[in-house]
């Protein structure tokens, strides 16, 4: 399958293939040259690499890699009852139970074929992921709903930020706006671009979420209520999800995470936002949401990436099962693939990743296959990153 394979990113690497999808769509007989992290060339060749299938490497764009722990712990529920059972789980981990679950979260998603993943971290350090080999983005998660806190969470937040690294970015994530103050959007919205780091949140995932912020009422406030949480003077925008996050200025370039429920007037705001949506199916029939707004997002040109969030809604971390679902939704192949792989990259901020082209990063997935059929069900032989082998 592969000759002369490029060691530690340096030397010149050839993939052989017989069939790549290449540009967004399937090619028989690929011949890929690479050199220091890059594609050289890519060209056809006539009965190159039978039995195999080249993929870019395909991208996980929101996870929850340090909540692997939370494997089969939680039954579907009503989100805040889910949310509460999450965080009583949480409560009982100390960090080196967090730092063992992230590095089970990396094997897994290598063995499943991912080779870039946008990470929601809260309590784990950066150091697994950014030595695991992936291309990733490192988003430190935020949460604070009272005003008057919000310098304190963000320079908790701010404190993760490190040095980025050839295949490793940090990133700032204030939460949810049901759990983020307006103050806390806007202080790690501006240290995002000082920085110029990727900015993430969860947006309009929940109805309950609409109901909190036009009313301030409803299950998340009873939920609050429950777990003795001080909002400190909050107080409901009165204003759907997106529309609250685009006044205060936060939305402009922004990789939301969800999106379930979105009017015709959001969606045109996320597209005048230039903002990246991750959908996540299976997760989204755990909670059992009706259908997913991907396809007209897509017509109004907003990228609509996959996820797998985390392992206390999804039953994997398996970016294949989330296409496989994707494609059961109605989606091609082809347009689920993309959403993986090309779109998965502008979501994360990864200019050169997500596709097989001249000039692009050298990052595959390698699966064991005669046709573009078996992308999904072959078994993965190779994960590469710049050029060399990632192993889990």
Known sequence: ?????????????????????????????????????????????????????????????????????????????????????????????????????????????????TAAVGDFAWQSRNDALRQSGLRAVSWREALGIAPGRAGEAARRALGFLERRTATWTPGLAPHAPYSCSRELYRLLHAAAARARVPFATHLSELQEEIEYLRTGGGAFAAMLRRLGRD????????????????EAGVLRGATVAHANYL??????????????????????????????????????????????????????????????????????????????????????GLRRAGRIAPGCAADFTIVAGESPADALAGAVTGVMVAGRRVTA
């Open 1 to 113: 399958m592969k000759r002369g394979e490029a060691r530690g990113g340096g030397g010149m690497g050839v993939l052989a293939a017989g069939w790549g999808f290449v540009g967004g769509r399937w090619v028989e007989g690929v011949e890929v040259r690479h050199e220091r992290g890059a594609i050289l060339s890519v060209r056809r060749v006539r009965g190159a690499g039978r039995g195999v299938i080249l993929l870019p490497g395909l991208v996980n764009a929101h996870a929850h890699l340090e909540l692997t722990f939370l494997a089969g712990e939680l039954r579907p529920a009503p989100f805040p009852e889910w949310a509460g059972r999450l965080m009583e789980e949480r409560a009982k981990r100390g960090p080196r139970e967090i730092e063992e679950s992230l590095r089970e979260g990396i094997r897994l998603s290598v063995g499943h074929g």
């Open 231 to 246: 909002t400190g003077g909050w107080r409901p925008p009165g204003r759907r999800p997106v529309a609250y996050l685009a």
């Open 263 to 348: 009017t015709a007037r959001d969606v045109a705001t996320l597209r005048r936002a230039r903002a990246a949506v991750v959908w996540c199916p299976r997760t989204h029939a755990f909670f059992g949401h009706p259908a997913h707004p991907a396809r007209r997002l897509l017509r109004a040109g907003v990228p609509v990436a996959l996820g797998t969030d985390s392992l206390g809604s999804s039953p994997s971390l398996d970016v294949r099962a989330e296409i496989r679902a994707a494609t059961e939704r109605g989606f091609t192949l082809d347009e689920a693939l993309t959403m993986a792989t090309k779109h998965g990259a502008r979501a994360l």
